[in-house]
T-cell receptor, first 114, second 111 residues
């Protein structure tokens, strides 16, 4: 199993540009999520999905869109990039069994917005 | 009070030392607790779950104190390879953010 994969690993955008961060998992996990990690801020949830066709907002959803058309894929779209979105983005997936979640993280995408 | 609080460190300890981290959480209804490890510029990975009765995995011991709302992680016989940031993670019983991550405690094991 490849686990959770993310592309690209690094990206530089200009303010106002849009782009999609890709995330895929091959573990048949129902739950997928996107986090951003900033220095001194810890991991913050952007959006999450409990299954294909179902998405919901996390703590910091503004400026981002998601969709979940298949179990495997959960892309994150930046609508109009801003310098405040410079961050490391992690995608994660997990089963939802018994209310206990072990999240598997992808390697991250390091995004810089200039 | 923040939902999950950790001392950011860094904790600088010599090889072979025993080191302990604490983490406090504010929601008494939280049900599940975890320690994750994150190496520099890498993704977080689950280190261990924390059970009510306490649990041990090799050199690592996790404890939960529900009355005082804190969890702890003890590392015995520290290795250079233990150098990392340790994240305390707590589940919310409801709401749209099921997992809450602490900001992490940085450990540096020195030769």
């Amino acid at each position: 199993n490849a686990g959770v994969t993310q592309t690209p690993k690094f990206q530089v955008l200009k303010t106002g540009q849009s782009m999609t961060l890709q995330c895929a998992q091959d573990m048949n996990h129902e739950y997928m999520s996107w986090y951003r990690q900033d220095p001194g801020m810890g991991l913050r949830l952007i959006h999450y999905s409990v299954g294909a066709g179902i998405t919901d907002q996390g703590e910091v959803p503004n400026g981002y869109n998601v969709s979940r058309s298949t179990t495997e894929d959960f892309p994150l779209r930046l609508l109009s990039a801003a310098p405040s979105q410079t961050s490391v983005y992690f995608c994660a997936s997990s089963y939802r069994t018994g209310g206990i979640y072990e999240q598997y993280f992808g390697p991250g995408t390091r995004l810089t917005v200039t | 009070r923040k939902e999950v609080e950790q001392d950011p460190g860094p904790f600088n300890v010599p090889e072979g030392a025993t080191v302990a981290f604490n983490c406090t959480y504010s929601n008494s209804a939280s049900q599940s607790f975890f320690w994750y490890r994150q190496d520099c510029r890498k993704e977080p990975k689950l280190l261990m779950s924390v059970y009510s009765s306490g649990n041990e995995d090799g050199r690592f011991t996790a404890q939960l104190n529900r009355a005082s709302q804190y969890i702890s992680l003890l590392i015995r016989d520290s290795k250079l390879s233990d150098s990392a940031t340790y994240l305390c993670v707590v589940t919310r019983p409801s709401g749209n953010t099921p997992l809450v991550f602490g900001k992490g405690t940085r450990l540096s094991v020195i030769a």
